[in-house]
């Protein structure tokens, strides 16, 4: 559990800014990730592990050594879902929305909720506290936190409030995405559940 704490810090620490870098970037990090929850929770032996290289060669047959050798890699979808643990992309999407709620609940730091403006339409379409998102001319300047969070709001809003099925239950539990009632940590373990069962289906924000 240790290991897999200090894993999480690691990977963690400062993703709000750099979690929205461009996908071929994001892929290798997501790779590195893998192989470590293949290192840590892995049922099957590969290359990383220590135990793949003491198999003594007098103890195989002659056949096992004439035999290709398979690189195949353990899948770690299913790891992933046995331990509850998001993925990269998953956790970079928990960390934005945890910001953006902070932001909206004690409405600091001023100059970030000065530029959160509600959608006039957000009553009429049931996407209640969906927000505008700022007009940038350059798409590089769409992966900075502001664009990102509220982009990300908006999905998980609309995900919540439209009664969208997630393990055939309907999430009604949503009256804290507009009164704010809850913590800030406690807004962040429902936001890593929902995220966690998205994953889970294979849905994608």
């Not at 331990?83 to 956790?91: A, E, F, G, M, P």
């Not at 945890?98 to 001023?110: A, D, V």
Request: glycine fraction near 2%.
């Amino acid at each position: 559990m240790t290991q897999i704490y200090l894993f999480l810090v690691a990977l963690s620490y400062g993703i709000s800014c750099w979690g929205s870098s461009c996908k071929a970037k994001l892929e290798k990090i997501f790779c590195i990730q893998k192989r470590c929850i293949r290192l840590l929770f892995g049922k099957e032996l590969n290359f990383d592990h220590a135990e793949f290289y003491k198999t003594c060669a007098r103890v195989r047959s002659i056949d096992e050594h004439v035999a290709p050798k398979n690189f195949e890699l353990e899948h770690t979808k299913p790891l992933f879902n046995e331990h509850k643990l998001l993925t990269v992309h998953n956790l970079h999407k928990m960390f934005l929305l945890n910001e953006l709620y902070k932001i909206q609940k004690f409405r600091y730091p001023i100059p970030l909720s000065n530029f959160l403006h509600k959608t006039p339409d957000s009553a009429r379409m049931g996407r209640k506290n969906s927000y505008i998102l700022p007009h940038y001319h350059l798409n590089i300047s769409r992966s900075q936190f502001l664009y990102s969070s509220i982009s990300v709001w908006n999905q998980i809003n609309y995900c919540y409030f439209s009664n969208l099925y997630i393990n055939n239950c309907v999430t009604t539990d949503n009256t804290f995405l507009s009164d704010f009632s809850l913590s800030h940590s406690g807004a962040k373990r429902k936001f890593k559940h929902f995220l966690l069962n998205m994953q889970q289906l294979g849905h994608h924000l």
